[in-house]
Nanobody, 115 residues
Framework: QVQLVESGGGLVQAGGSLRLSCAASGSIDSTNVMGWYRQAPGKQREFVAVIFTGGSTNYADSVKGRFTISRDNAKYTVYLQMNSLKPEDTGVYSC?????????WGKGTLVTVSS
C-alpha cells in the first residue's frame, strides 16, 4: 500500500504564492509518476501537473508559466510551487502517485485564492 499526505494549502491573495508538498510512504517503486490534481467547488477534478521519475514534467495549459512541479526521489516527496495565483486556482489540491498501473491518492489540501 501507498499513503500520500499533502500539506501547504491555505488562504492567499491573488498574485501571491504557495508551495504544496506531498509525502509518499509505503511500498513505493523506484519508477513512478507523481502529480497534482485539483477540484474547484462544483466542478470535476482536473489535471494540474505531473512529474516522472527522471524529472520530465507536463502541465495543464492554465498553470503553465506559473506553477512548477518538482520531486525529491530520496524523500519520496513531490512539490508544487504556485506563483501568480488567481481566484480560479481555488480548490482542493490532491496528490497522485501511479505505479504498476495503480493510482493512489492523498486526501487533498485546500487552496483558497481571494480577489
Amino acid at each position: 500500500q501507498v499513503q500520500l499526505v499533502e500539506s501547504g494549502g491555505g488562504l492567499v491573495q491573488a498574485g501571491g504564492s504557495l508551495r504544496l508538498s506531498c509525502a509518499a510512504s509505503g511500498s513505493i517503486d523506484s519508477t513512478n509518476v507523481m502529480g497534482w490534481y485539483r477540484q474547484a467547488p462544483g466542478k470535476q477534478r482536473e489535471f494540474v501537473a505531473v512529474i516522472f521519475t527522471g524529472g520530465s514534467t507536463n502541465y495543464a495549459d492554465s498553470v503553465k508559466g506559473r506553477f512548477t512541479i518538482s520531486r525529491d526521489n530520496a524523500k519520496y516527496t513531490v512539490y508544487l510551487q504556485m506563483n501568480s495565483l488567481k481566484p480560479e486556482d481555488t480548490g482542493v489540491y490532491s496528490c497522485n502517485l501511479c505505479q504498476f498501473g495503480m493510482d493512489y491518492w492523498g486526501k487533498g489540501t485546500l487552496v483558497t485564492v481571494s480577489s
